[in-house]
């Protein structure tokens, strides 16, 4: 699967439009797309399969490793692979999108907010070109977008003062329904918030579908990843384990490949806990992050979080991530102060702030045997949460962070029973997942 990274030069340039708009012009030429997001992102995700029609693949080298991050990137479906960038091209102390392009070794066409520049935007496209021979990465990039230009004389006085080693690929016009509304953790789903379409069809056709499909190449090879099944997955030792998974508007956050590793491993089972949806019989129970202060009123009327409390006291493993972590506490405050009632398994009492209060690559390493590791195993993943937890003296913490800001400063994962709530999202290629399920009993 041939593919190319859309990188921006600094965050809010227009990278997410720029990529819908991509992927609409690479279909329209033909092409079967696949999406992917450099970083660990989950809302520009839902954007690109709104767009797509199929999952958006995570890549980060932090959560990952490199190759696999490779492997993540082979499982896509498609001729082509668009993927977008995060921040910069070159931001991130743990993880970049030149990380990515490098580790791929994908081309890189650069987004610029051409808004209020023609020259000067092909100097700074050179400038990032030719930065890259001062980093660890070898970072090809040949192309511009211009995010914002008008067509014209705007258009064309940006095209002329490229240098030949850049291509020019294209612009996205300035137009009021291409941007895309956003709230606390970033822009809005891609289900809440989708571009008009004769809008993005219009962005789709100001690019030079051409010149992408001809920037676009074959990736590094993947290594091969033998996929451990879980015993009960083969017929002579009866069903797999079946594991209920959060799955709404209070809890979307998950990477395609979580999904994929649990399926492999076990049967499924979808609830609606914001939807009044009641815990379905099950052997495990996973409440991925999302919006729960979005919808605490209506989680604390559910039967959903009374059930999973119920389960947790007579051992049934549940692992809550960020949103999870913040349903399985005791209290749920909003932004405007009001308090309601979760489901209480976890010593603790969220609030929410105005201002995010960790947004970083995690490192944890485990103090004792938990549901996601063995005592003095490390695990990689991510943190972004505007909630605050205030939590009991006599908590029990799974964790040391080694990076990061966890839950109470150096300690990450409350445990009570067989619960973990934790802030880190983990990915399903850290091995986290299978940790958990290896603590499953069907």
Known sequence: MRGLVLAGTASGVGKTVATLATLRAVEAAGRTVQPAKAGPDFIDPSHHAHVAGRPSRTLDPWLQGEDGLRRNYARGEGDVCVVEGMMGLYDGSAASTAGVAAALDLPVVLVLDASAGMESVAATALGFATYADRTDHEVDVAGVIAQRAHGGRHEEGIREALPDSLAYCGRIPPREDLEIPDRHLGLRMGEEAPLDEAALDAAAEALRTDRLLDIAREPTPAAEATTKLFPGNSPENGDPPRIAVADDAAFRF?????????????????????????????????????????????????????????AAAEGTPVLGECGGLMALAETLTTVDGDAYEMAGILPASVEMRERYQALDHVELRARRDALTAGTGDRLRGHEFHYSAADVASDARFAFDVERGTGIDGDREGLTEYRTLGTYCHLHGGSGAFDAFLDEVEP
């Open 254 to 310: 998950v990477y395609p490949a979580t999904r994929e590793r649990l399926r492999e491993r076990a049967t499924v089972v979808p609830f609606a806990p914001a939807a009044g949806d009641d815990l379905p019989p099950c052997d495990g129970v996973y409440l991925p992050g999302g919006y729960p202060e979005l919808h605490a009123e209506a989680l604390a009327e559910g039967p959903a979080l009374g059930s999973i409390a119920d």
